[in-house]
C-alpha cells in the first residue's frame, strides 16, 4: 500500500454531496496544496496523516458541497446598487415617494453631483407608470437625475441630466437606443430604452475607487455567506480599469475567483493586459471569459443578424465563445443563425458559444441549440423576482416559454444558472429553490412543465457553471484534483422540505483549502 501523503486539512464527520456523477457521496474530505488529495468513503478509514501546521475539522454531521458558481452576475453594479438611491417595491410604492426618496438623498450631495437611483418597477407601484422627467424636476433642480429600472434596460432622466446627456427633441442619441418623445412637440420625456452602457460609460460619471473599495468588501461578505466562491462577470462594459481594480483587490483580500466578460472592442486589449501583468506561478483568480453581446429591440434588432454573424465568425477565430443576451424569440432566432453561420465556415474550431437568460423560447428552437452544442445560462432568481410581471405582461399560451429548464435538459442542452445580480437576488439557494418549484416570490406558479429534480437544480451552480466557464476540470465537483472549494451547510438540500431550501445557511465556506467565512465555532 503506497504511503499516505499528509494532508494540510481534513473535514471529517460529514455528509459530501461532492456533484460528481462517478462519486456522489463520501464521509469527509482530505485537501493538500489547496486542491482536494482524496475523498473519505468508509468511517473505518477515516484516518490520514496530518503535515505540520494541518487542521483536522470535525463537522458534527454538517453537508459539504462544492462551492457555488454564479455564471451570469455584474460585481460593479451590485456595489453601485446599494450606494444609489432604492426605489424597489420594498422602498416605494408610488412616484411620489420616489421623489421625497430621491430629494432627501439629493439634499445631502454637494450641488450638481449626480443622483443615482435604482430598482424602480411600476408593475409593482400604484401609479402603473414610468415616472417622467418633470416627475423628477420635482425632486431637485440642482442636480442630474438617472432613475434606473429594475432590470437596467431602461432609465428616466430629469431636465438637468437629459441637457448633460446632450438630448434633446432632434435625434442626436447612439445607434441603439431608444428616447422617448412628446408625438407632438418631439419633447424628450426623460424615458430611454437601451442607454446603459452608453449612460454610464459616455455620460454619468463612475462611483469612485474608495467607494468600490468599501463595497468590494461587503459584497464578498455577502457572497461568501450563501456559498459562492466563483462568478462570472457579465458585464459587456468591463474594461482594464476593472481588471486592475479587482486584481488590486485580489492582492489584500478578494478570494472569489472571477471570470471577466465585455464587449468585443475591449475584449483583446483587456486579454493582453491580464496576460502581461499576471504574475507567473501566482494563483490566478482573475481571468477573461467570453465576449458579451446585448441585443435590444427598439424595434429592430440591434445587432442585426448580419453584424452579429461577422461577430461569431471574429470570435470563433480568436477561439473565444459568445455570450449572447437573448430575451425573445426573435433575438434567439438571430443569435442561431449567427451561431450556425461561424460553424458552418470554420466546422474545425468547436466553441461552445452560449445563451444568456434565453428569457421567452419557443421549443421549436430547442433541436438547434442542441445541435449547435450551445450551453444555456439561465436565471430562475428572475423567476423568483419578476415571475408575477411576466405572468401578466406574457400571453398565458407563452408561459412554458419563460426560462425554459426541464426542456432543455430533455433535448440534451447543457444549462448553468446565474442570479443576474443585481436584477435579481444574487441568493443562489432563492434560485435552486425556484428552480425546483417554479414559485415566483409571491407564491404563484410559473411553467410548472418547467421545474427540475434537486440534484439538477445544484448542477446549475455547479457542475454547469464550472462548464459555462471552462472550469469543469477544476471546479464544480469535489473531486481528487480540482480546487478545494468547499461550502458546509445547516441543511442536506437533497433532503429537507423543498420550501426549506432558500432558508439553507453557509456556515463555513473554504477556498483553496483556506477558511474564508466562518459562521460557527470550527477553526482553521
Known amino acids: 500500500m503506497s504511503q499516505k501523503v499528509p494532508a494540510d486539512l481534513i473535514i471529517e464527520n460529514v455528509s459530501v454531496i461532492t456533484m460528481d456523477p462517478l462519486c456522489p457521496y463520501a464521509k469527509g474530505v482530505v485537501i493538500s496544496n489547496g486542491k482536494i488529495l482524496e475523498l473519505i468513503r468508509h468511517d473505518d478509514n477515516s484516518y490520514w496523516p496530518i503535515a505540520p501546521g494541518g487542521e483536522r475539522v470535525d463537522g458534527d454531521g454538517m453537508t459539504v458541497l462544492p462551492g457555488l458558481i454564479d455564471a451570469h452576475c455584474h460585481l460593479r453594479a451590485q456595489i453601485s446598487q446599494v450606494l444609489s438611491v432604492p426605489c424597489g417595491r420594498e422602498d416605494v410604492s408610488n412616484i411620489e415617494d420616489i421623489i421625497l426618496t430621491i430629494r432627501k438623498r439629493s439634499n445631502s450631495l454637494p450641488e450638481g453631483s449626480w443622483v443615482r437611483a435604482t430598482g424602480y418597477d411600476f408593475f409593482h407601484q400604484t401609479d402603473k407608470r414610468y415616472p417622467t422627467r418633470w416627475d423628477l424636476d420635482k425632486a431637485t433642480s440642482n442636480h442630474p437625475i438617472r432613475l434606473r429600472h429594475v432590470t437596467r434596460h431602461a432609465s428616466i432622466l430629469n431636465s438637468k441630466a437629459l441637457e448633460l446627456a446632450g438630448i434633446g427633441t432632434e435625434p442626436s442619441e447612439p445607434v441603439g437606443i431608444t428616447v422617448e418623445r412628446d408625438s407632438d412637440t418631439k419633447t424628450p420625456t426623460g424615458l430611454i430604452y437601451g442607454g446603459d452602457t452608453w449612460l454610464s460609460q459616455d455620460v454619468i460619471p463612475p462611483i469612485t475607487s474608495k467607494e468600490l473599495q468599501f463595497g468590494a468588501k461587503n459584497l464578498q461578505t455577502k457572497l461568501l455567506s450563501k456559498g459562492i466562491t466563483a462568478v462570472q462577470d457579465a458585464t459587456p462594459t468591463n474594461s482594464i480599469f476593472d481588471l486592475k481594480f479587482w486584481s488590486s483587490q485580489m492582492e489584500s483580500d478578494w478570494v472569489i475567483a472571477i471570470q471577466m466578460m465585455t464587449e468585443m472592442k475591449n475584449y483583446d486589449c483587456m486579454a493582453h493586459f491580464l496576460e502581461k501583468n499576471k504574475v507567473l506561478g501566482s494563483y490566478n483568480a482573475l481571468e477573461m ?236
Open 289 to 524: 471569459g467570453p465576449i458579451k453581446v446585448v441585443m435590444e429591440s427598439l424595434p429592430e434588432l440591434y445587432p442585426d443578424t448580419l453584424e452579429l454573424s461577422r461577430l461569431a465568425v471574429e470570435a470563433t477565430l480568436r477561439g473565444v465563445p459568445l455570450a449572447i443576451h437573448v430575451v425573445n424569440p426573435e433575438m434567439v432566432w438571430s443569435a442561431l443563425e449567427a451561431i450556425r453561420h461561424a460553424a458552418e465556415l470554420y466546422p474545425q474550431e468547436k466553441i461552445q458559444h452560449r445563451l444568456e437568460h434565453l428569457s421567452l423560447c419557443p421549443e421549436a428552437f430547442l433541436p438547434d441549440i442542441s445541435e449547435l452544442g450551445i450551453i444555456v445560462v439561465t436565471n430562475p432568481s428572475l423567476v423568483h423576482d419578476h415571475g408575477d410581471r411576466y405572468l401578466s405582461e406574457v400571453e398565458s399560451s407563452e408561459y412554458s416559454w419563460l426560462y425554459r429548464m426541464n426542456s432543455l435538459l430533455s433535448n440534451g442542452i447543457p444549462m448553468a444558472a446565474g442570479s443576474d445580480a443585481p436584477v435579481a437576488t444574487f441568493n443562489p439557494w432563492i434560485g435552486i429553490q425556484t428552480a425546483c418549484t417554479r414559485a415566483t416570490s409571491s407564491g404563484k406558479q410559473l411553467g410548472i412543465s418547467e421545474k427540475i429534480r434537486r440534484w439538477q437544480a445544484l448542477e446549475l451552480y455547479t457542475t454547469g457553471a464550472a462548464m459555462a466557464a471552462g472550469w469543469q476540470k477544476e471546479r464544480g465537483m469535489i473531486r481528487p484534483g480540482f480546487q478545494a472549494d468547499l461550502i458546509a451547510l445547516d441543511q442536506n438540500p437533497l433532503t429537507c422540505k423543498v420550501e426549506s431550501l432558500s432558508d439553507i445557511h453557509t456556515l463555513c465556506t473554504w477556498i483553496r483549502g483556506k477558511l474564508v467565512y466562518n459562521s460557527c465555532d470550527i477553526e482553521n
